[in-house]
T-cell receptor, first 113, second 111 residues
Framework: EAQVTQNPRYLITVTGKKLTVTCSQN?????MSWYRQDPGLGLRQIYY???????DKGDVPEGYKVSRKEKRNFPLILESPSPNQTSLYFC????????????FGSGTRLTVV | QKEVEQDPGPLSVPEGAIVSLNCTYS??????FMWYRQYSRKGPELLMY????GNKEDGRFTAQVDKSSKYISLFIRDSQPSDSATYLC???????????FGQGTTLQVKP
């Protein structure tokens, strides 16, 4: 089944403790992206990647890092999480940046206390 | 001013009603318009997309784009309880991969 897999689904952590949210897709998609979803703000792009070793900032990149060493994986790294990063995070992929439809993962609900 | 504005609702309708969901936008460069549906505890899934102006129909769903008014709509006919979800509009211009989302409208269809 074609899908984007995120892990973990739920995560509660403390301020300052480094964490990684993994994202993997099995569709050989070139384009991958991370979003955060907050009430009243909708989906906002954090980082995106056009292909392996090519990443760029989205609208809200502060406090996040990403890497794209393999085509299928696009982990999101929070080096020193803070409470304002408490949010619902989605990874998405598409065949190219000009594709209409993105395939989204099921989301990771992160709480930073 | 946000690039894309969408009334968050919530919108509650009886089963069988016609539902109209709308978004306005400010960037005249947008040419690709999409509607995503997001069920609770799930990621968004693409429902419909249109290019430039006009209408597109798929079963009970119709998407409309009016570029002159910078206004897009999604109509749902004969709404069903299974249509209860959050609907997000999204759009992009032709020369960038960046997809801009509206805030989403929560719809509840009551049996």
């Amino acid at each position: 089944e074609a899908q984007v897999t995120q892990n973990p689904r739920y995560l509660i952590t403390v301020t300052g403790k480094k964490l990684t949210v993994t994202c993997s897709q099995n569709m050989n998609h070139e384009y991958m992206s991370w979003y955060r979803q907050d009430p009243g703000l909708g989906l906002r792009q954090i980082y995106y990647s056009m292909n392996v070793e090519v990443t760029d900032k989205g609208d809200v990149p502060e406090g996040y890092k990403v890497s794209r060493k393999e085509k299928r994986n696009f982990p999101l790294i929070l080096e020193s999480p803070s409470p304002n990063q408490t949010s619902l995070y989605f990874c998405a992929s598409s065949s190219s940046d000009r594709d209409y439809g993105y395939t989204f993962g099921s989301g990771t609900r992160l709480t930073v206390v | 001013q946000k690039e894309v504005e969408q009334d968050p609702g919530p919108l509650s309708v009886p089963e069988g009603a016609i539902v109209s969901l709308n978004c306005t936008y400010s960037n005249s460069a947008f040419q690709y318009f999409m509607w995503y549906r997001q069920y609770s505890r799930k990621g968004p899934e693409l429902l419909m997309y249109t290019y430039s102006s006009g209408n597109k129909e798929d079963g009970r769903f119709t998407a409309q784009v009016d570029k002159s008014s910078k206004y897009i709509s999604l109509f749902i006919r004969d709404s069903q309880p299974s249509d209860s979800a959050t609907y997000l509009c999204a759009m992009k211009s032709s020369n960038t991969g960046k997809l801009i989302f509206g805030q989403g409208t929560t719809l509840q269809v009551k049996p």
